[in-house]
């Protein structure tokens, strides 16, 4: 066999109350106290389920496949290990909004937005994510925390969120991930302030 992933070759220990299942068709299947996700796997990987241990490993493939499959399997093992995370745990984003009168409130499953627009921006929440806001301090008007199991998702829509007003280079008014440096333009000065 040729190389190994570094991350790849590292067992999952699977929590108690956490069910993984791989599929005939390479979908593996991880069921948890918090929900189910499902996710196909990469392919030039196998994955091996020993009493409460994943382990990842590559197939045999010819040279020239190697480091795909090296690659593959360091992204199958970050995937399921993720998967595992996510049903036991759970994964949140948090995001800034700054601007005065800028708001945001959660409504069943969408967030309705204020952002300096003429009008609310409605955004809704895909299946099994949640959302709820808190009271900013400092420049912060509002923090809004995306939460859900599917880390990617969580990723996907805390993105779409800050795309709704991406923060601007002057003032640092818009949305931004919490703890993000907004690197900030000088204004211009007045007139006739040539140099």
Not at 57 to 65: G, I, N, S, T
Not at 174 to 189: M, N
Request: glycine share 12%.
């Amino acid at each position: 066999m040729g190389e190994v992933s570094r991350i790849g070759r590292k067992p999952i220990k699977i929590p108690t109350g956490v069910k993984v299942e791989i599929k005939d068709d390479g979908i593996v299947v991880v069921e948890g106290p918090k929900g189910k996700l499902e996710k196909k796997l990469p392919p030039l990987v196998k994955v091996n389920i020993d009493g409460d241990t994943v382990i990842v490993l590559q197939e045999d493939v010819r040279k020239k496949l190697r480091n795909k499959a090296k690659a593959f399997q360091g992204l199958a093992r970050s995937l399921i290990n993720n998967m595992v995370i996510g049903v036991t745990q759970g994964f949140k984003k948090s995001l800034d909004i700054v601007g005065l009168g800028y708001k945001a409130e959660v409504k069943g499953n969408e967030i309705v937005f204020s952002l300096g627009y003429s009008h609310p921006i409605n955004f809704k929440l895909p299946e099994g994510i949640t959302a709820k806001t808190e009271k900013g301090s400092g420049e912060v008007q509002v923090r809004v925390i995306v939460e859900g199991i599917d880390k990617e998702l969580v990723g996907q829509v805390a993105a779409n969120i800050k795309r709704l007003r991406p923060p601007e280079p002057y003032k640092g008014k818009g949305i931004r991930y919490t703890g993000e440096i907004i690197l900030r333009k000088a204004g211009k000065a007045g007139k006739g302030a040539k140099k």
